[in-house]
Nanobody, 120 residues
Framework: QVRLVESGGGSVQAGGSLRLSCAAS????????MGWYRQAPGKQRELVAG???????NYLDSVKGRFTISRDNAKNTMYLHMNSLKAEDTAVYYC??????????????WGQGTQVTVSS
């Protein structure tokens, strides 16, 4: 069973930076895509940034230019570098990984989440 473990969350003042890490229990080569989602209280979970196995990335409009997603295949780890943090970035951040199986179905894996709190 694949496990994803996030770390790096915490409390920071507006304008500050954090780096989230998502460590997989196995090789991340198996994943077709990985991403970071977040969920603020009373809001739906939303995709913040995604990265494919080929390295293509996409971002939520509100974080473009501030957040950077990356993956280190050798370390089986995905990262989210967050700069110029704003109060509205406060949420629980979740690591996600998707794997397309040989029969065409998609397996979804989730981490347990890490809290990011930005104070203004």
């Amino acid at each position: 069973q694949v496990r994803l473990v996030e770390s790096g969350g915490g409390s920071v003042q507006a304008g500050g930076s954090l780096r989230l890490s998502c460590a997989a229990s196995g090789s991340i080569f198996m994943f077709n895509a990985m991403g970071w989602y977040r969920q603020a209280p009373g809001k739906q979970r939303e995709l913040v940034a995604g990265i494919t196995s080929g390295g293509s990335t996409n971002y939520l409009d509100s974080v473009k230019g501030r957040f950077t997603i990356s993956r280190d295949n050798a370390k089986n780890t995905m990262y989210l570098h967050m700069n110029s943090l704003k109060a509205e970035d406060t949420a629980v951040y979740y690591c996600n990984a998707d794997r397309i199986t040989g029969i065409g179905s998609t397996l979804h894996y989730w981490g347990q989440g890490t809290q990011v709190t930005v104070s203004s």
